[in-house]
T-cell receptor, first 110, second 117 residues
Framework: EDQVTQSPEALRLQEGESSSLNCSYTVSGLRGLFWYRQDPGKGPEFLFTLYSAGEEKEKERLKATLTKKESFLHITAPKPEDSATYLCAVQRGGADGLTFGKGTHLIIQP | GAVVSQHPSRVICKSGTSVKIECRSLDFQATTMFWYRQFPKQSLMLMATSNEGSKATYEQGVEKDKFLINHASLTLSTLTVTSAHPEDSSFYIC?????????????FGSGTRLTVV
């Protein structure tokens, strides 16, 4: 059974304080690993897709990396507007839906 | 960009009634649509996979007679919660998939908060 575990569950940072969120996964035949951002009462918003170990992708203050067992979402010099829940998900088969972790609730204090 | 519209955003219904939730991809034709459910402080759980013109595929433990899915076109899927009960109260979210094979992008709707009283 596919499993996705995210840590920490919650993280409070000061504005400008960089950190990393972790996503550990077990899946037979990873097709893709996805990062999404979710604001309260909203649907997830796509951030990145990673396909193979060693791959990295960046967008503004966020950088996602992937190994064979885990992925990291690095946030550099965060701002209060980066506060949200960050979700990690894996896709196994080409036609399969996504298996999500519980997310990391990130709060950036001014 | 890809936009998915989901309606209604909130619904309160009486126990025993049915509720229909609509999911539309506005600017693309989706190869597949998915329905998820999210309980407070829990992860999104896949309920079913929906393809246009064919029967939906349900995940283990999801009652297909309770959660009816109709996929009328490449841009529209509906989820009907039949004979709803308080334990069905949850946040329901749809997604529409663009692309095939190794490069897919799932765009999510804004979700529907269902409260059964």
């Amino acid at each position: 059974e596919d499993q996705v575990t995210q840590s920490p569950e919650a993280l409070r940072l000061q504005e400008g304080e960089s950190s990393s969120l972790n996503c550990s996964y077990t899946v037979s035949g990873l097709r893709g690993l996805f990062w999404y951002r979710q604001d309260p009462g909203k649907g997830p918003e796509f951030l990145f897709t990673l396909y193979s170990a060693g791959e990295e992708k960046e967008k503004e203050r966020l950088k996602a990396t992937l190994t064979k067992k885990e992925s990291f979402l690095h946030i550099t010099a965060p701002k209060p507007e980066d506060s949200a829940t960050y979700l990690c998900a894996v896709q196994r088969g080409g036609a399969d839906g996504l298996t999500f972790g519980k997310g990391t609730h990130l709060i950036i204090q001014p | 960009g890809a936009v998915v519209s989901q309606h209604p955003s909130r619904v309160i219904c009486k126990s025993g009634t049915s509720v229909k939730i609509e999911c539309r991809s506005l600017d693309f034709q989706a190869t597949t649509m998915f329905w998820y459910r999210q309980f407070p402080k829990q992860s999104l759980m896949l309920m079913a996979t929906s393809n246009e013109g064919s029967k939906a595929t349900y995940e283990q433990g999801v009652e297909k007679d309770k959660f009816l899915i109709n996929h009328a076109s490449l841009t529209l899927s509906t989820l009907t919660v039949t004979s709803a009960h308080p334990e069905d109260s949850s946040f329901y979210i749809c997604s529409a998939r663009k692309g095939l094979g190794t490069t897919v992008r799932d765009t999510f709707g804004s979700g529907t908060r269902l409260t059964v009283v």
